[in-house]
């Protein structure tokens, strides 16, 4: 990853993968029945869920601040990185995604509460987004 934020944000899309091989780590055995599994399967996809949702309410307050400061902040680029990312930092939460979904989808007769974790790459998004994505300055409505 090159570019501005690329750099300083890739321990957040590092934090993901991590999360993503934890997730199957716990997730995959605990579908194909190995009981020992079933507890920390539920633990861990309950911890990644929680940490979500404290990655979505800090990129909001955050994402929110820099609305304040006059930059054009929207859900589409604070959450899903549209014009606010390089390329090359969308395709790495992208696949994040994709990985995690893949793995709940999988899993998630044998293991329900996985369902909760692709909601995980999606708030380290708005994470990265918050503190590196650029956003143009907030347009002013034209007065009548």
Known sequence: MSGTGATE????????WIANVVFGITAVPAAAG???????????ALALFFVAIGAFVYAFVLGAS???GGEEVAVANLFFLQSAAPR???RQFLALFV??????VATVVWAPFGFLVPMLPIGLAGVWSARYGTYPPRRTPARR
């Open 9 to 16: 944000g890739r321990g957040i899309v590092r934090f993901g």
């Open 34 to 44: 190995v009981g020992a599994f079933e507890a920390p399967a539920i633990e861990v």
């Open 66 to 68: 820099r609305s304040a």
């Open 88 to 90: 090359e930092v969308q």
């Open 99 to 104: 990985v995690c979904l893949l793995i709940a």
